[in-house]
């Protein structure tokens, strides 16, 4: 059994292979994160003006992503778009894949972290002569972020997490390394040194998550 | 009154961690009486009385109530329970249960019986508070003192030989007090034995047989009504009591 | 022919919808058993630990928390990829349909787990004591009085993560398995042309928009009132 699934002498010859794919990986989610933030602070923004023929096409469109499965979606730009003449590439291709589909989830939870925040603090930003976009940045955002911060960590993390959909349109990221080491090996090792890999990039994370929940739920009582 | 108390509490002491909250009270009361427990907060009153039936555990001492030694690993404690009636600050009621699911709950799941049998004991508990038309309501539908009404028609549906009350009226406000301590009256004058611990003064010296003071985890005085707020021995007791009546 | 003509004729092209209608369709079955499936076990299995858990014995609790942590922080398809890919290597061969359906049910365990836990540990003491209190056993007082409570508080949150997690039906197709996105991609290769992907996207949103809209709706009106 350890023979099969932690052979040392395979680990050793797929580590190289398999740290160039978690570099990869590392900027991927560099690129993506805050990509994603920035779409979903642009709906965030947007969703602020409380006008009804903003707030339901938002609406609309955030569900729209929230309903499309993500690989899809990057399936769809990566083999669909060529046929109408938009060659994009895989990195392309995932960045605006994530920047649709993270972008409306990020969107969703920092408007909820905007309405969270009193419209008192608002008026009183107005009242010493702020202006809207200082209002927003200086005294609204901070309360928002903090508000949200549970689900803007969770979202975060399943973004990193989905950047093993790149391996699906070659892009050499930590999985589609894996899976390279593996077919060359004929052994499963690369692919649970990668999922090793990922766990202990990740379960920090996720430890400080189920801390944070633990009050997020107390709050909403 | 009656030779054996109803219940009887010796050396009870309580840590929590470094913290010394209980240091060795004792507390027998009889049947059909009623004692009155004051003092200043932290003084270890709740913890007393939730040391009686177990919600907490003491560090040491005994309690024997109804003649079933609570401390006993071998007791039932869920079936000697039922027979300590206990009311909340808080309520506590189940918010998603009406009025008479709240009572019959433990009627029908600890004591047996089925739920028309339990539906029955039940309307006549919150007949006794003077709720039987709330039945159907729900907690979030009920006022603060109905509430506190519920909660004790859910402890003496079970027939209790005891009830003890943790500050009932501390969370109403005022213009609802006076019902549930129009309950509490006629609870005390079918004979309930009953431990209450409480800042109503005007309900202590018409209604307790005795009133004990506490501060600092002990039982610093106790005694008749009249004593205690009247002629109070202690230093301590004198300076809450002159207190309590300057609000 | 213009632009726009050409572009009609790539994505919408009805020659080749008409043909592969009746895949997509039996994709979308598909995609719906495997969804039933994960989410029906998912679930149970989330509930089970969460209740496991709250039996309070340390080295099960460490356990079960080590596993929700794992399932948590791996990516869904490393672990579909893993149990397709890797498994056969000890003589077991599951098909690309039970790889997903178990990655994707361990998944919805952990976090469904997360969830619940977080729901029962957030009625107050007040509860337990007031239940403990009438005589009330343990268990009684976690079914009938704390559980009832923490399950309405965990619904919202539970049905996001369940779609978002359902959702992943679509890496199925990574490993073979004929659901809407399998389908719509052999199509496409076959065809030379897009349009199947266009029906894939169009079933994705007929089975998922719903399920997101009742999601949002259920945040609004669930929320507790006491």
């Known amino acids: ?71 899809v979606l990057l399936i769809f730009l990566f083999a669909g778009l060529p046929f109408a003449g938009l060659e994009l590439g895989g990195f392309a291709c995932v960045c605006i894949a994530f920047f649709l589909n993270t972008g409306a989830y990020y969107g969703e939870i920092l408007r909820a972290g905007i309405e ?3 419209s008192g603090q608002t008026e009183a930003a107005r009242s010493t002569g702020l202006g809207r976009v200082q209002t927003m940045l200086f005294v609204v955002l901070p309360q928002a972020v903090r508000n949200v911060l549970h689900d803007l960590l969770s979202n975060t993390l399943e973004v990193v997490k989905l950047t093993a959909l790149g391996s699906v349109v070659a892009m050499p990221e930590l999985l589609f390394q894996a899976r390279q080491a593996q077919s060359l090996t004929y052994n499963p090792t690369p692919i649970v040194l990668a999922a090793v890999i990922y766990f202990v990039m990740l379960w920090p994370l996720v430890r400080l998550l189920s801390r944070l929940e633990n009050r997020a739920l107390a709050v909403r009582v | 009154m009656a030779a054996r108390p109803i219940v009887e509490a010796r050396g009870i002491h309580k840590h929590f961690g470094s913290h010394h909250v209980l240091k060795g009270v004792d507390l027998a009361l009889a049947e059909r009486e009623l004692a009155f427990v004051i003092g200043p907060s932290g003084s270890g009153k709740s913890t007393l009385l939730r040391c009686l039936n177990r919600l907490e555990e003491p560090s040491s001492g005994s309690v024997v109530v109804d003649g079933v030694d609570m401390l ?107 019902s549930v301590l129009g309950v509490m009256r006629d609870l005390r004058e079918s004979g309930m034995a009953m431990v209450v611990v409480s800042h109503e003064m005007g309900f202590a010296r018409n209604a307790a047989d005795r009133v004990l003071f506490m501060d600092q985890g002990l039982i610093v005085e106790e005694g008749t009504p009249s004593q205690i707020f009247e002629a109070p021995a202690q230093e301590r007791t004198r300076s809450f009591i002159g207190q309590i009546q300057k609000h | 022919m213009s632009a726009w003509d050409r ?44 209740l496991l858990r ?48 178990l990655s994707l049910m361990f998944v919805l365990m952990a976090f469904s787990e997360e969830i619940y836990w977080a729901g029962i540990t957030s009625i107050p003491k007040g509860q337990w004591e007031a239940a403990r209190s009438t005589g009330l ?12 409570q923490a399950l309405r508080l965990t619904i919202p949150p539970l049905t996001n993560r369940t779609i978002a997690i359902t959702k992943g039906t679509a890496l199925a197709s990574v490993v073979a398995v004929g659901e809407i996105l399998g389908m ?4 496409v290769s076959n065809s030379y042309n897009p349009s199947p992907l266009t029906m894939g996207a169009v079933a994705y949103l007929i089975l998922f928009l719903p399920m997101v809209v009742f999601g949002r709706y259920l945040e609004t009106r669930m929320a507790w009132k006491r």
């Not at chain 2, 979030?140 to 943790?166: K, N």
């Not at chain 3, 719509?184 to 199509?187: H, V, Y």
């Open chain 1, 116 to 118: 969270s925040v009193p």
């Open chain 2, 72 to 178: 006993d690993p071998r007791t039932d404690l869920n079936h000697a329970r039922q027979r300590i009636g206990m009311v909340f600050q808080s309520f506590n009621l189940y918010p998603h249960m009406t009025a008479l699911g709240n009572v019959t709950l433990a009627l029908r799941k600890v004591a047996g019986k089925t739920r028309e049998e339990a539906d029955a004991v039940g309307r006549t508990a919150l007949d006794r508070v003077g709720l039987a038309d709330r039945a159907g309501h729900t907690p979030g539908q009920l006022s603060g003192g109905q509430q506190q009404r519920v909660a004790i028609a859910r402890a003496i549906a079970l027939e209790p030989r005891v009830m003890l009350f943790d500050e009932p009226t501390s969370s109403l406000d005022p213009e609802l007090v006076g």
């Open chain 3, 7 to 50: 572009f009609l004729e790539a994505f919408f092209n009805p020659v080749v919808m008409s043909r592969y209608l009746p895949d997509i369709l039996k994709g979308t079955l598909l995609t719906i058993e495997l969804a039933a499936l994960i989410i029906v076990s998912g679930l149970a299995l989330g509930l089970a630990l969460a």
């Open chain 1, 1 to 71: 059994m350890l023979e099969t699934f932690f052979n040392l002498e395979i680990a050793r010859s797929a580590w190289p292979i398999i740290l160039a794919g978690l570099g990869n990986t590392v900027l991927l989610s560099l690129v993506v994160v805050p990509l994603g933030l920035t779409g979903g602070l642009g709906l965030a923004m947007l969703a602020s003006v409380r006008k009804p023929w903003v707030r339901y096409p938002l609406m609309a469109w955030v569900d729209f992503f929230r309903a499309f499965p993500p690989l």
């Open chain 3, 137 to 148: 056993t343990y268990g009684h007082a976690l079914m009938s009085v704390v559980l009832p």
């Open chain 3, 184 to 187: 719509a991609s052999s199509a």
């Open chain 3, 54 to 101: 709250s039996f309070g014995f340390r080295p099960l609790n460490l356990l079960i928390i080590f596993v929700v942590d794992l399932f948590r922080a791996l990516p869904p398809l490393v672990i579909i990829v893993f149990i397709y890919f890797g498994l056969p290597a000890v003589g077991l061969s599951p098909s690309g349909f039970v790889s997903t359906w």
